[in-house]
C-alpha cells in the first residue's frame, strides 16, 4: 500500500490474551514494546509480505512508531503501531500484525490487542489518563466495541476511554 489517504483501522482483534500466544503450542510470551529503527525497515516491506508503507510512517515527524517483539527475541518483529501523543488522548493512526501473524496460518494470537494495550499505557503515561482514539471503518465499529470496550462518537471516530484502558493495560502488562 503506498502513501494512505486516510487512516482507518481495519485490524481484526483476535483475541485479547495475557501477552502473545503461540497457536500450535499454546504457550504465552512476554513482550516488549519499543520505538521502531531505521535499520528495522530493511526488513519491513511490501516485498516481504507487510501491507503499509512503514517506511513512509516512519518518515512522518508527527508520528511515533512502535514494534512489538518477543522479551527472548528482539530480532523478529510481531507488529507495528503508528500513533501521535495529544495533550489529551493518544491517537492511533495505523496497526499491522506481522505478515506470519496474519490469516488462518497465523502463528501468534493477541498482537493488535498488545499493541492497542500499548497505546492505553502510553496514554496514562502521557497524562492522556489512558484515553486513545482512532478512525474506524464502519463494518468494524461493533467489532471494537465488542472486544475493545471502544465507544463509537460519531461517523468512524472510536475512543477508548480511562476505564476500558485499564483493563487493556492489566491484561497486557502486569505489575
Not at 535499520?39 to 516481504?48: A, E, G, M, P, Q
Not at 510512517?57 to 512489538?68: A, C
Request: aromatic letters at 12%; charged letters at 25%.
Amino acid at each position: 500500500m503506498a502513501k494512505p489517504n486516510s487512516y482507518l483501522f481495519e485490524i481484526n482483534i483476535d483475541r485479547l490474551t495475557d501477552s502473545i500466544l503461540n497457536r500450535i503450542s499454546g504457550d504465552s510470551f512476554r513482550t516488549e514494546v519499543s520505538l521502531l529503527t531505521k535499520s528495522d525497515l530493511k526488513n519491513i516491506t511490501k516485498k516481504s509480505g507487510w501491507l503499509f508503507d512503514w517506511k513512509y510512517e516512519f518518515g512522518r515527524l508527527d508520528r511515533e512508531i512502535y514494534k512489538l517483539t518477543i522479551v527472548d527475541n528482539l530480532d523478529i518483529i510481531q507488529g507495528l503501531i503508528s500513533l501521535t501523543i495529544k495533550p489529551d488522548h493518544v491517537y492511533m493512526f495505523l496497526l499491522e500484525s506481522a505478515p506470519f501473524n496474519l490469516g488462518n496460518g497465523k502463528i501468534y494470537e493477541g498482537v493488535p490487542g498488545n499493541l492497542v494495550a500499548f497505546a492505553c499505557k502510553l496514554s496514562f503515561q502521557r497524562g492522556g489518563e489512558g484515553f486513545v482514539s482512532f478512525e474506524s471503518k464502519t463494518k468494524l465499529i461493533e467489532h471494537y466495541t465488542n472486544t475493545l470496550g471502544a465507544l463509537h462518537i460519531g461517523g468512524g471516530l472510536m475512543i477508548i476511554d480511562s476505564k476500558a484502558a485499564e483493563k487493556l493495560v492489566l491484561k497486557y502488562f502486569k505489575p
